[in-house]
């Protein structure tokens, strides 16, 4: 009997190149899908994802979805099973028996990432690969006023790859914020779903502005035109942090 088994998922991003499978180079899912084929005595089982991280961008909450008729692993016990056969900068948080037709990807409502800027003197050594120290003053209130302009439903082709492969870049964004949390000051984000480099390119351009020029801000994201935004931020301050179903699984 096939079942269909929910992982939410964490690693660190650093000696990955992002989440999907690569012909040259380590991906989240080769790692997690060789695991898998262990499981099921060498047996290819594909692994669907609820979205792609990009080289060097880290989870706590990534999702992943597969069938599996493999007959003695319960549901939940899929979670130590799969982590006994893999590196240690990736792990199975979570497993569980779905319904057959959820998907990660599809049946996902709401994204979360959150992008984390040190505003300490220096980086610590552990935190080097998981955060970007900035380099100037933190003006939390003119950020946090460009980043309520993201909200609602817009065309965010100014903040997307020009390789963005997309039918469409119409994304509605729920929240947007910068907050401090220890010596960090985060920017935490949610919406329906995300383009390719989206999350760095608004940090980034927020950053290098500065100060909350809103009106600028909002003609940039107006303008539909990827020259007129900042930097893409680097890869190492970016966390998936969760992917929300309805109903909650």
């Known amino acids: 009997m096939s079942r269909n088994i929910f992982l939410e998922i964490a690693?660190?991003?650093s000696d990955f190149n992002g989440w999907q499978l690569q012909h040259n180079g380590r991906s989240v899912q080769q790692e997690l899908e060789t695991a898998l084929a262990r499981l099921h005595d060498g047996r290819r089982v594909v692994l669907y994802g609820s979205g792609r991280t990009d080289s060097g961008v880290h989870a706590r909450g990534q999702v992943a979805n597969f069938e599996t008729d493999h007959?003695?692993?319960p549901s939940?016990?899929?979670r130590e099973a799969i982590n006994s056969h893999l590196p240690p900068d990736v792990r199975v948080r979570r497993s569980c028996e779905v319904?057959?037709?959820?998907?990660?990807r599809h049946s996902a409502v709401e994204r979360e990432y959150r992008y984390y800027l040190s505003h300490s003197p220096m980086v610590l050594?552990?935190?080097r690969r998981h955060c970007v120290r900035l380099k100037r003053n933190v003006d939390l209130q003119?950020?946090?006023?460009?980043?309520?302009?993201?909200c609602g439903e817009h065309d965010f082709t100014s903040f997307a790859s020009p390789s963005d492969s997309a039918d469409h870049h119409v994304r509605r964004i729920h929240n947007a914020v910068f907050y401090p949390e220890s010596e960090f000051i985060v920017f935490r984000i949610s919406a329906n779903a995300f383009l390719w480099k989206m999350v760095r390119s608004i940090v980034g351009t927020i950053i290098g502005m500065g100060t909350g020029d809103v009106d600028s801000?909002?003609?940039?994201?107006h303008a539909r035109d990827r020259s007129r935004?900042?930097?893409?931020a680097p890869a190492r301050g970016l966390f998936l942090h969760q992917v929300r179903y309805e109903p909650p699984v």
């Open 217 to 221: 801000f909002v003609e940039i994201l």
């Open 71 to 73: 007959p003695s692993i």
């Open 142 to 150: 003119g950020w946090n006023a460009m980043a309520a302009a993201l």
């Open 229 to 232: 935004a900042g930097t893409t």
């Open 76 to 78: 939940q016990k899929f």
């Open 99 to 104: 319904p057959a037709r959820f998907h990660a």
């Open 125 to 127: 050594p552990h935190q």
């Open 11 to 13: 690693y660190d991003g």
